[in-house]
């Protein structure tokens, strides 16, 4: 990406997130509250997020950024924005997703510290129902303005955890204590991203909160974009056929912090502010046979398997996306990092019942039971993934998997319907009924046709 994109997409707002009537996105921009020059303390600097009212109306901070150093974040850190979104369904009763603190908790003061500046840090306090997701600076001792950030209704958030120190004020010379924390979201469940929105809990001591303040993470859905499944193929003849065609039938949509796109490893948010993940579908010709006997046959053929343990790997290396466990494995330590935990859907991945068919890249033995005079064909379900960027570009190489449960039978000649016309009976008999044979099956076909699955030798 050049200079001149990465500016273009600066100016570009992303398109939000929307989670009820809730939509989330993502500034760079931020104002100066107070820094810790004069007092004996370490380096920290607070920031207030500010969306550009012209890229951003009407969004609002979560809480104040705090880093531990006194250089500008300006453009170097990203941080969520929130905004109230119309209610499309005019039956909800859930109320509005934002709401104005009612009041403020004093939490410290730089007081006896010697500050260049005056500062105080404050607690928002919600009203019933909503949850304040972080802390408010202000530049003198008095209470921020109620408009200062917003609080987010408690249905929309989870319970986070305090993550590391980021700052307290040991040896400052304040009569108050204060430590700050960062904000770890929860593991998140398949088909859920929780992520931090760069706020910090803070405490009037210097140890670590055992009980209360309490921290919370936002919880969004991964959304996924589902179309129609892709077709078992039909034997129309005594040919060897070919595989069916690939089509993509679902799509899952990241955002930019989900992804660690190697080729921006610092500047996802300029790169790229949306992943797709494209899952494709095809059912791929396991082996075709013809049965010129008047007995029933079986016919063996060895099936490859997509999964490959190597290429697994690289994709996570240069996305950190998995496909079997929410990652990331541990929270970034840089404090630029937007701190998250992402799993997929299980239906998107494979691994509705287990994820252990990931790692069996061994091939199979499918055994095919031809009928007589009968051509058969098996397929079996093959997917693939792959990871674009907005702009169309991959992100890394594609990642296969075969689901072995998903085999299909064909043969040809299909079976046909034969009715037979009962013929006139007396009452007192029964009835002489139609009688059907079965068409194609997917896993087995008609009596004396089936198929089976072994380990490969």
Same mark, same amino acid.
């Given at each position: 990406?050049?200079?001149?994109?990465?500016?273009?997409?600066?100016?570009?707002?992303?398109?939000?997130?929307?989670?009820?009537?809730?939509?989330?996105?993502?500034?760079?921009?931020?104002?100066?509250?107070?820094?810790?020059?004069?007092?004996?303390?370490?380096?920290?600097?607070?920031?207030?997020?500010?969306?550009?009212?012209?890229?951003?109306?009407?969004?609002?901070?979560?809480?104040?950024?705090?880093?531990? #150093?006194?250089?500008?974040?300006?453009?170097?850190? =990203? %941080?969520?924005?929130?905004?109230?979104?119309?209610?499309?369904?005019?039956? #909800?009763?859930?109320?509005?997703?934002?709401?104005?603190?009612?009041?403020?908790?004093?939490?410290?003061?730089e007081s006896g510290s010697?500050?260049?500046?005056?500062?105080?840090?404050?607690? /928002?306090?919600? /009203?019933?129902?909503?949850?304040?997701?972080?802390?408010?600076?202000?530049?003198?001792?008095?209470?921020?303005?109620?408009?200062?950030?917003?609080?987010?209704?408690?249905?929309? @958030?989870?319970? !986070?955890?305090?993550?590391?120190?980021?700052?307290?004020?040991?040896?400052?010379?304040?009569?108050?204590?204060?430590?700050?924390?960062?904000?770890?979201?929860?593991?998140?469940?398949?088909?859920?991203?929780?992520?931090?929105?760069g706020t910090f809990i803070? $405490?009037?001591?210097? #140890?670590?909160?055992?009980?209360?303040?309490?921290?919370?993470?936002?919880?969004?859905? &991964?959304?996924?974009?589902?179309?129609? /499944?892709?077709?078992?193929?039909?034997?129309?003849?005594?040919? #060897?056929?070919?595989?069916? =065609?690939?089509?993509?039938?679902?799509? $899952?949509?990241?955002?930019?912090?989900? =992804?660690?796109?190697? $080729?921006?490893?610092?500047?996802?948010?300029?790169?790229?502010?949306?992943?797709?993940?494209?899952?494709?579908?095809?059912?791929?010709?396991?082996?075709?046979?013809?049965?010129?006997?008047?007995?029933?046959?079986? &016919?063996?053929?060895?099936?490859?398997?997509?999964?490959?343990?190597?290429?697994?790997?690289?994709?996570?290396?240069?996305? %950190?996306?998995?496909?079997?466990? $929410?990652?990331?494995?541990?929270?970034?330590?840089? &404090?630029?990092?937007?701190?998250?935990?992402?799993?997929?859907?299980?239906?998107?991945?494979?691994?509705?019942?287990?994820?252990?068919?990931?790692?069996?890249?061994?091939?199979? =033995?499918?055994?095919?039971? !031809? !009928?007589?005079?009968?051509?058969?064909?098996?397929?079996?379900?093959?997917?693939?993934?792959?990871?674009?960027?907005?702009?169309?570009?991959?992100?890394? @190489?594609?990642?296969?998997?075969?689901?072995?449960?998903?085999?299909?039978?064909?043969?040809?000649?299909?079976?046909?319907?034969?009715?037979?016309?009962p013929m006139p009976v007396?009452?007192?008999?029964?009835?002489?009924?139609? &009688?059907?044979?079965?068409?194609?099956?997917? !896993?087995?076909?008609?009596?004396?046709?089936?198929?089976?699955?072994?380990?490969?030798?």
């Amino acid at each position: 990406m050049t200079t001149n994109d990465s500016a273009s997409l600066r100016d570009r707002p992303m398109e939000p997130i929307r989670l009820d009537n809730l939509l989330i996105n993502f500034t760079s921009e931020f104002n100066r509250i107070w820094n810790s020059n004069g007092t004996r303390a370490r380096p920290a600097t607070f920031w207030r997020p500010a969306p550009a009212p012209d890229l951003l109306p009407g969004y609002f901070p979560l809480g104040d950024i705090l880093v531990p #150093n006194n250089t500008s974040i300006n453009g170097e850190i =990203v %941080a969520a924005v929130v905004c109230e979104a119309t209610l499309q369904d005019h039956g #909800n009763t859930r109320g509005k997703a934002l709401s104005r603190p009612t009041d403020f908790e004093l939490v410290w003061k730089e007081s006896g510290s010697g500050a260049a500046m005056r500062t105080s840090i404050w607690r /928002p306090i919600a /009203p019933q129902g909503y949850v304040a997701l972080g802390m408010t600076c202000s530049s003198d001792h008095g209470k921020p303005s109620l408009n200062a950030i917003r609080c987010v209704r408690a249905d929309l @958030v989870v319970a !986070a955890d305090l993550g590391d120190l980021l700052w307290d004020d040991k040896g400052s010379g304040a009569k108050l204590n204060f430590s700050a924390w960062s904000i770890d979201p929860p593991t998140a469940a398949a088909g859920e991203i929780c992520f931090a929105p760069g706020t910090f809990i803070g $405490a009037p001591s210097h #140890n670590k909160p055992t009980t209360g303040p309490f921290a919370y993470a936002l919880r969004i859905p &991964i959304p996924v974009q589902v179309s129609a /499944p892709a077709e078992a193929p039909v034997l129309t003849a005594h040919i #060897n056929p070919e595989s069916a =065609v690939a089509k993509v039938t679902q799509t $899952a949509r990241l955002p930019w912090f989900a =992804v660690s796109d190697h $080729a921006q490893p610092n500047d996802g948010f300029l790169h790229s502010r949306y992943y797709d993940l494209k899952r494709t579908d095809q059912y791929v010709l396991v082996g075709y046979g013809r049965n010129t006997t008047e007995q029933a046959q079986s &016919i063996k053929w060895k099936a490859p398997r997509a999964q490959n343990a190597a290429a697994m790997r690289l994709f996570n290396r240069h996305t %950190a996306v998995e496909f079997t466990k $929410a990652w990331p494995a541990a929270m970034p330590s840089d &404090i630029r990092a937007t701190k998250f935990s992402a799993c997929l859907p299980r239906d998107f991945t494979h691994t509705e019942t287990s994820s252990s068919e990931w790692s069996e890249s061994g091939s199979r =033995v499918v055994i095919a039971m !031809a !009928a007589k005079l009968k051509s058969v064909a098996v397929y079996q379900m093959e997917s693939h993934y792959e990871l674009v960027r907005e702009d169309g570009t991959e992100v890394t @190489v594609p990642l296969g998997y075969t689901d072995d449960t998903r085999l299909v039978m064909s043969e040809y000649p299909p079976e046909t319907v034969e009715t037979v016309t009962p013929m006139p009976v007396m009452a007192a008999n029964p009835s002489t009924e139609a &009688i059907t044979s079965g068409a194609d099956v997917v !896993a087995q076909s008609s009596p004396g046709s089936s198929t089976t699955t072994d380990s490969a030798p």
